[in-house]
């Protein structure tokens, strides 16, 4: 009997212990705020840090209500912020400040189609260069910029007509066929496909005979301005038709073009004037300067002086004096070649938040 009450008491002890040392879940609220505009934050995850389990998230005015164990560690996620951490408190109304994470972050990481995978692990072929790699050159369009910048990347101006497409190649011409037949035959374009801020622009398409010639139409890539340009990203690869079909056979140019992110408008201007001088001329002489010219060689090389005089005769830009038209000393390459004279404007207006941007 003795050992079944000890048995019995040592339960009880056992199971009072348990509950002594548990902690009941108690309510903490706050509010979620974005630490450079002071704006609440809409769905902000909350997620208990030892366990990662969601527990929560914010609402429309950024605050929220959760019940979790006093002095549980809460961390408060949500994309492209970095984490911010707190300790749950019952009594005191919890602020949370958030602010963007760090792009260097992603210094390491290529973003190819839908999926992401580190530097290292990537097996593609792709170059990424920045905006600011593109400006302050004097270019027409952006798809003169690329020239020289990607190992591969061809570009080639057929005409001088503003905003005119060219030949882009990636890699060479790296297709024979022809299309047409007889004197309206002309290879296949081999352009590689250009992707706008997510939308596919097929440069293959309105184009005449030749290589890939630009014939009528303008470029997509002119009616960018540089200034607007975040990042260009050409995959050279076969990595490119597994994300965009055979439009991506020949290469895929991403460009992406700056987005606003400040509550707070932002006006950016840029100018830019170009000054093009003539090239050193060619020292000529005209008019009756060159007249005379050819007639004393005519009087000091001919056989005879009267058949030197018969040959200057003959000929009236030579014996005729007087003749404005046989006397005209313009020179042609000072009209031809002159000095030109180029600017270019460009103004920003961006901004915007978590629900829009312009």
């Known amino acids: 009997m003795r050992h079944v009450i000890a048995i019995l008491l040592t339960l009880l002890m056992c199971f009072g212990t348990g509950n ?36 929560g998230r914010t609402d429309e005015n950024g605050k929220f209500t959760v019940s979790v164990p006093e002095g549980t560690s809460l961390d408060f996620s949500y994309i492209n912020y970095a984490n911010a951490t707190a300790v749950a408190n019952a009594k005191d109304f919890m ?3 958030m602010s963007l994470a760090d792009d260097s972050d992603l210094q390491d990481v290529a ?8 530097r290292a692990a990537n097996t593609g072929s792709s170059v990424i260069i920045s905006g600011k790699d593109l400006q302050d050159v004097p270019a027409a369009s952006v798809a003169d910029l690329l020239q020289g910048k990607v190992a591969g990347l061809n570009i080639q101006n057929n005409n001088g007509s503003p905003g005119g497409r060219g030949s882009i190649f990636v890699r060479g011409l790296s297709s024979i066929s022809v299309t047409g037949s007889g004197s309206s035959a002309y ?7 250009f992707v706008i801020d997510g939308v596919p622009v097929d440069m293959n398409s309105d184009y005449q005979y030749g290589f890939n010639q630009g014939g009528p139409g303008i470029s997509p890539l002119s009616l960018i301005p540089v200034e607007d340009i975040e990042k260009v990203e050409v995959l050279k690869d076969a990595a490119a038709t597994a994300l965009w079909g055979s439009r991506g056979a020949y290469g895929v140019i991403l460009v992406t073009t700056k987005r606003g992110n400040s509550e707070i408008p932002l006006v950016q201007y840029s100018g830019q004037f170009y000054y093009s001088d003539i090239p050193k001329l060619r020292d000529v002489i005209g008019g009756q300067q060159e007249r005379m010219m050819r007639i004393n060689q005519i009087l000091a ?25 046989y006397n005209n000393s313009t020179n042609w390459q000072a009209v031809f070649f002159k000095p030109t004279y180029n600017y270019t404007h460009n103004i ?8 829009f941007n312009y």
């Open 20 to 55: 002594s040392f548990a902690q009941a879940d108690v309510s903490c609220s706050g509010v979620v705020l974005d630490k450079s505009t002071n704006a609440p934050m809409v769905g902000v995850s909350i997620i208990v840090q030892k366990t990662h389990k969601v527990v």
């Open 111 to 118: 973003v190819v189609g839908f999926r992401k995978v580190s």
């Open 348 to 355: 920003n207006v961006m901004g915007g938040s978590q629900k």
């Open 187 to 193: 290879l296949t374009p081999t352009s590689p496909l």
């Open 95 to 97: 602020e949370i400040s």
């Open 301 to 325: 090389y001919d056989t005879s002086y009267a058949d030197a005089l018969s040959q200057i005769n003959s000929h009236p830009y030579l014996s005729d004096s007087l003749n404005a038209y």
